[in-house]
């Protein structure tokens, strides 16, 4: 990712003219295959209501976590982007 805030700002603007706020939001994320990474994610939607699905590449070397969560508006969104991308090494976000 060149300019994350660039990135964040792109997005925002996406989520106010796709969705009606409050919507459910599906975040994809990519991260080596590793236990405590996949609990760091899953307690960043703790308490949210999210539905949360794990899928380890065919090697096993990665794990695809999706979250469908109901969020506030897109500002929520994309902190939860933020946070994850703070607190979590080798993370990818889709």
């Given at each position: 990712?060149?300019?994350?805030?660039?990135?964040?700002?792109?997005?925002?603007?996406?989520?106010?003219?796709?969705?009606?706020?409050?919507?459910?939001?599906?975040?994809?994320?990519?991260?080596?295959?590793?236990?405590?990474?996949?609990?760091?994610?899953?307690?960043?939607?703790?308490?949210?209501?999210?539905?949360?699905?794990?899928?380890?590449?065919?090697?096993?070397?990665?794990?695809?976590?999706?979250?469908?969560?109901?969020?506030?508006?897109?500002?929520?969104?994309?902190l939860k982007y933020k946070e994850v991308a703070d607190k979590i090494?080798?993370?990818?976000?889709?």
């Amino acid at each position: 990712m060149k300019d994350p805030e660039e990135f964040y700002k792109k997005l925002k603007a996406q989520l106010a003219d796709t969705a009606m706020w409050p919507a459910v939001y599906l975040y994809k994320f990519i991260v080596p295959t590793d236990k405590a990474k996949i609990s760091q994610i899953e307690a960043i939607f703790d308490n949210l209501g999210a539905v949360i699905h794990t899928k380890q590449s065919k090697n096993g070397k990665y794990t695809s976590v999706s979250i469908n969560v109901r969020m506030k508006n897109p500002d929520h969104v994309i902190l939860k982007y933020k946070e994850v991308a703070d607190k979590i090494d080798g993370v990818i976000s889709l």
